[in-house]
């Protein structure tokens, strides 16, 4: 009998045929890679933007949450909460915030905001850099005019919020 080449076999009327093939050849192999390494990119990025949107969503929401107590405080006491009368950028640290959310730090021992802040500490925004609330003149008479003209900006924001007067 012949020999036949490797993966070949020889039937009873002397014809070679072909044994079936074991695995996957080398371009199925890199053709499945790509294309896992094509949804693999595709989640990555869904995910990214995914965390992105939230974290602007949640700094949104906490500045919302701290206007809302400042305004809060203001009418009920007519002045700012702190030690002093406030122009410019103020960071929002303990002795800033502190008559908002420590009922033993304001006259009524009402909590206007809902936070646990530790004595000497910032209020971090989700990018870790402590929330500033700027004031545009700390003798405004109009709290509503001072949050209108104070400053809450997010890089990926392009226009304001708030139309020009």
Sequence with gaps: MAKLAKGKSAKADGSARMLPR????????LTVLVLIGILMA????????AKHIARNTKAEAECRELM???LEYR?????????SVHSGRVKA?????SPLFDATQNRSGIVFLNLNLAEGTDWLDPWGLPYM?????????????????SCVSFPFRRESRFPPE
Aim: proline share 6%; charged share 20%.
């Design 75 to 83: 009418s009920l006491y007519g002045n700012w909460p702190g030690e």
């Design 133 to 149: 609330v700027e004031f545009p003149d700390g003798r405004q008479t109009d709290p509503r005019r001072t949050v209108l003209e």
């Design 42 to 49: 595709a989640i990555g990025l869904s995910v990214r933007k």
């Design 22 to 29: 074991q695995g996957f050849t080398l371009i199925e192999m």
């Design 93 to 97: 640290g303990y002795s800033f915030l």
């Design 68 to 70: 809302n107590a400042l």
